[in-house]
Every structure is written in C-alpha cells, then in structure tokens.
C-alpha cells in the first residue's frame, strides 16, 4: 500500500476513516506499543492529523 503513512498510523486504520472514492485515508489513530502493551491514541501533532 503505496500511502506515505507510517506503519503504526495504518495499524491505527479504522474502515470510516478510509474514502475509497477520494483514494484518501484520515489519520485519525495511532496505533503505539507502551511496555509490551499496544495502546489505540490520536497522532501526536495537528498537522499530522489533517
């Protein structure tokens, strides 16, 4: 999959947030591992949420 995304930013991919249309997919979650635990948060900078 040819996005530019980061792995963790496609792990975080939820099906609303993918426009299939648009070919567009909204980086709305960030997938994170914390200590072994994997953790769903939002991506850490606005312009990486736009």
Do not use: C, F, I
């Not at 909204?26 to 736009?50: C, E, I, Q, Y």
């Amino acid at each position: 999959m040819g996005t530019g995304m980061r792995r963790w930013e496609l792990l975080g991919l939820h099906w609303p947030d993918v426009h299939l249309a648009e070919r567009v997919p909204l980086v709305r979650w960030n997938l994170t591992a914390v200590d072994n635990n994997l953790h769903l948060g939002h991506p850490k900078t606005k312009a990486s949420r736009n």
